[in-house]
T-cell receptor
């Protein structure tokens, strides 16, 4: 079955700097890759997603890149702000018809003011 | 989009008892799921809640321990049965409207078993 690895597990950056989180997946047939942000005491919320027919997607300060050949995708946050501090999860969805998400292990991002 | 409400938001329970968690979605959804999240850990899928039929459980989770109901397209319950301290965790309800679409999450139920 699908397996998703995520690095790093923790990341500290200075306010205004960029942050990059990387994920690799094992099932080459996976075709949808969302990123979720989870703040303390809350459920995860989608921040950006990418489908397998696209190599890059951007939404203001957030971008995601996908390399299907290497089976990895990355989240890029530019001009980080203290409110970006949270836990970020990547996920992959194998095309099994079950609509399940396989989540990465999470990255705790701290933006230092 | 969909808004998911979970009840209760937290509970402290005695070992050996059972707790039922409710999940209400404000619109009809195709798929509903239940996840467990240990503190500081990732989300582990417990089961897919199927409307009108038995839930589909992931490896390591069984119906006797985690019975699930889904009577309609907007509501599901998860029961944690015969609880032990190892069941202390956050339980999250999730829903989406189909493949390759955003999954929405409830705020979670923080369960502590003493």
């Amino acid at each position: 079955g699908e397996n998703v690895e995520q690095h790093p597990s923790t990341l500290s950056v200075q306010e205004g700097d960029s942050a990059v989180i990387k994920c690799t997946y094992s099932d080459s047939a996976s075709n949808y890759f969302p990123w979720y942000k989870q703040e303390l005491g809350k459920g995860p919320q989608l921040i950006i997603d990418i489908r397998s027919n696209v190599g890059e997607k951007k939404d203001q300060r957030i971008a995601v890149t996908l390399n299907k050949t290497a089976k990895h995708f990355s989240l890029h946050i530019t001009e980080t702000q203290p409110e970006d501090s949270a836990v970020y999860f990547c996920a992959a969805t194998p095309p099994s018809g079950t609509y399940k998400y396989i989540f990465g292990t999470g990255t705790r991002l701290k933006v230092l003011a | 989009s969909a808004v998911i409400s979970q009840k209760p938001s937290r509970d402290i329970c005695q070992r050996g008892t059972s707790l039922t968690i409710q999940c209400q979605v404000d619109s009809q959804v195709t798929m509903m799921f239940w996840y467990r999240q240990q503190p500081g850990q990732s989300l582990t899928l417990i089961a897919t809640a199927n409307q009108g039929s038995e839930a589909t459980y992931e490896s390591g989770f069984v119906i006797d321990k985690f019975p699930i109901s889904r009577p309609n397209l907007t509501f599901s319950t998860l029961t944690v049965s015969n609880m032990s301290p190892e069941d202390s965790s956050i339980y999250l309800c999730s829903a989406n409207t189909g493949g390759n679409t955003e999954a929405f999450f409830g705020q979670g139920t923080r369960l502590t078993v003493v």
